[in-house]
């Protein structure tokens, strides 16, 4: 059953709650729907148990719970094995993971890694830090004026020392949406391994992990309207056996003895501590309910929203958008003529309307676009043209009022 | 427009936002203190060219939004002449004003001060208005003045 797009509104509790809001923020949190707080909910009051641990039924039926999301994200992102997706805090710990359980291990001084400049801090920073402590450099791809990646020089950029290229399928401050296939084959020419980072497209684009064969994908559950505090590392197979954990616990072990511990394998060996259960089932179910949505409707609806926003936004005449890339999703970085993007993002506050003014955790990327901070909105499913109208006619309101 | 909007962008803090006061850098420097907000990426430079006992000479220059820029502005134009003692009851007294520690009646606060007081309806913004004054509180308390100035 695919759901009316007209009625989503109404599946997030967010907004009968809050009527007036205009949630235009979703790039940093999605919110949630119905189904995903009950079903967290539901967890607690009614199947609440550590799950691989008990031999009673209430702990078998938490397992199955757990065990069977890692079904519902292999079909989400178009990978065929669920033992390839570990479950995690977030994009952010999945990327660690793969920086210091795998990649550092291989990284040798006049090694390079390769990124680009439009990465969120948490795809640059890791890389950054272990690239410091082995002695290799960190590679970037630039942007062009638009906000493209510039991909001129990619065959020069990926050598014989790449360890790894990590790239972001969308960009959180652009919108960009970037040719990650084409960057995955130019990379396995070389034999080099990509990682994608998802967070802004996993449950709102197509993902075909294996059409792709990108060897890692990391996400958040929580931009993806699931619960905080969860994310899914992607692992192609043939790299499972090569990833350490970062913590080490009760869980993910075969033996233990008090000289040497065995482990289990990819992805149990990464989950040790008590897991983020109740999460992963709200995960679960932000799957589930993405999967009621025609994908393609939901794209060309807030494809949609976003033009009908540009067009606002140039009949202010002061408004100006911060890249203008071909290739673009859900999110517009803007100015509007020399205000600060925190009084824009003040006065439209108080007006109910939640927008993000800042650096957006990519600081490296604005400062090569040659802006110190922009105004961010980001459209979801939930958001409708009057939401767009309302911000367009409070951005009228704050341009007299600086006029 | 809702009117503690009106009260946080007062005819004050907009007019030293628009003009600010001494917003350059000057040919002599002897010290400069930097404001920076990770969060936002506000960022001025504040520059002083005092003697032992005096806070003269203050310029700035940087990039932030109204309420820091307009909030800086009234710090160079306040703190402009002052004994070193001066500026530092003066960084205090205003820092506890914005942060609730002292009312309006309180403290002896100029016009330009109490143009803030419409930040108390916007926690978030705080940090704008606080942003420089923190920093010249702790390079006054610092006696970095006074050390250099020796040194000169």
Not at chain 1, 11 to 33: G, N
Not at chain 1, 278 to 283: E, F, K, R, Y
Not at chain 1, 350 to 368: D, K, M, T, W, Y
Request: charged fraction near 20%.
């Amino acid at each position: 059953m695919t759901l009316p797009l007209k009625s989503l509104k109404s599946c997030f509790p967010i907004f009968s709650h809050r009527p007036e809001l205009v949630y235009l923020d979703s790039a940093a949190t999605s919110q949630k729907p119905q189904s995903v707080v009950r079903a967290i909910t539901d967890f607690y009051e009614k199947e609440n148990a550590n799950v691989h641990r008990g031999l009673y039924e209430l702990s078998t039926h938490a397992t199955q719970r757990y065990e069977a999301v890692r079904n519902k994200v292999t079909s989400l992102i178009g990978a065929s094995n669920p033992k390839t997706i570990a479950f995690t805090k977030g994009a952010t710990e999945s990327i660690n993971i793969i920086a210091h359980g795998y990649l550092k291990k291989n990284l040798k001084k006049g090694d390079n890694v390769l990124i680009s400049v439009m990465e969120h801090h948490s795809n640059l920073i890791p890389w950054q830090q272990v690239c410091e402590e082995t002695g290799a450099t960190l590679e970037v791809i630039p942007v062009n004026e638009d906000g493209e990646l510039v991909l001129k020089k990619l065959n020069t950029q990926l050598n014989q020392r790449t360890r790894l290229v990590a790239i972001t399928h969308i960009s959180n401050v652009l919108g960009a949406i970037n040719p990650v296939e084409e960057i995955i084959a130019a990379a396995h020419k070389k034999n080099i391994p990509v990682l994608i980072d998802g967070a802004q497209s996993v449950g709102h684009y197509p993902i075909e992990i294996k059409k792709w064969d990108a060897d890692f994908l990391v996400f958040s559950a929580h931009k993806m309207f699931g619960p905080l505090g969860t994310g899914v590392l992607y692992c192609k197979e043939e790299f499972a056996a090569q990833i350490s954990p970062l913590n080490y616990g009760g869980g993910g072990i075969k033996n233990v003895e008090l000289s040497n511990t065995v482990f289990l394998d990819y992805p149990h060996n990464l989950e040790a501590g008590t897991a983020n259960i109740a999460g992963v089932i709200g995960l679960g179910a932000a799957i589930d309910f993405i999967q009621q949505l025609d994908m393609n409707e939901t794209t060309r609806y807030t494809g949609e929203l976003s033009t009908y926003f540009l067009e606002g936004l140039r009949s202010l005449g002061n408004g100006r958008r911060v890249g203008n890339p071909k290739n673009s999703g859900s999110i517009i970085s803007f100015q509007i003529g020399s205000i600060h993007p925190h009084d824009v993002a003040g006065f439209l506050a108080s007006s109910n309307i939640a927008v993000r003014a800042g650096h957006h955790c990519a600081q490296p990327l604005l400062e090569s676009m040659g802006v110190p901070a922009t105004v961010r909105v980001s459209f979801s499913i939930y958001n409708t043209r009057d939401d767009v109208y309302k911000t367009i006619a409070a951005l009228v309101e704050l341009k007299k009022f600086w006029s | 427009m809702k009117d503690d909007l009106k009260k946080l962008y007062s005819a004050i803090i907009k007019e030293h936002s628009a003009t600010p006061f001494h917003f350059e850098k000057p040919g002599k420097v002897k010290n400069t203190i930097k404001a920076y907000n990770p969060i936002c990426g506000d960022r001025f430079e504040v520059y002083i060219g005092s003697d032992e006992r005096m806070v003269n000479a203050l310029y700035f220059h940087g990039y932030g939004c109204a309420i820091s820029k307009a909030s800086t502005s009234i710090l160079v134009k306040t703190l402009e002449g002052k004994s070193r003692k001066e500026a530092l009851e003066l960084c205090d007294q205003f820092l506890r004003f914005i942060n609730k520690e002292l009312g309006s009646n309180e403290v002896m606060l100029s016009d330009d001060f109490l143009a803030f007081s419409g930040v108390h309806d916007f926690p978030e913004r705080y940090d704008c208005v606080l942003l420089s004054w923190r920093e010249m509180k702790r390079f006054l308390e610092s006696g970095a003045v006074a050390t250099k100035t020796r040194r000169h």
